[in-house]
């Protein structure tokens, strides 16, 4: 499993481990259905199934969802007995955005005309 959490580094330089770790965060957060999955995230812990009842999407496609932000490591999953409970990964949501405000130079806090 790839991911903040899941990998460390190890021939490759600490540059390139965290490119490719936005290219796949910014790769989850281009579906609109994975946003979603977020947003009902950011309330509060969800089961899979919980998650799945909202979108009228079949099972496999919903868990292929899940294994794209896992992956990315936007969401954590614990599994107790057959549930399996989702929750934010917040440090790699913080860390995809100064990525972006690096790509484009803006400085928290900095307002340019």
Do not use: C
Not at 8 to 20: L, Q, V, Y
Not at 50 to 61: E, M, N, V
């Amino acid at each position: 499993m790839r991911g903040v959490f899941w990998r460390t580094p190890n021939s490759a330089s600490t540059e390139t481990w965290s490119r490719t770790t936005n290219r796949d965060i910014f790769k989850a957060l281009a579906d609109p259905t994975r946003r979603r999955i977020l947003a009902l995230l950011r309330d509060r812990d969800r089961t899979a199934g919980d998650l799945a009842a909202q979108f009228d999407l079949a099972w496999p496609t919903m868990s292929g969802h899940f294994a794209v932000l896992r992956e990315a490591g936007l969401i954590q999953a614990d599994r107790s007995g057959s549930t399996i409970t989702y929750h934010l990964n917040v440090t790699a949501l913080q860390e995809a955005v100064m990525t972006l405000m690096e790509l484009v130079r803006v400085e928290p806090g900095v307002r340019e005309r």
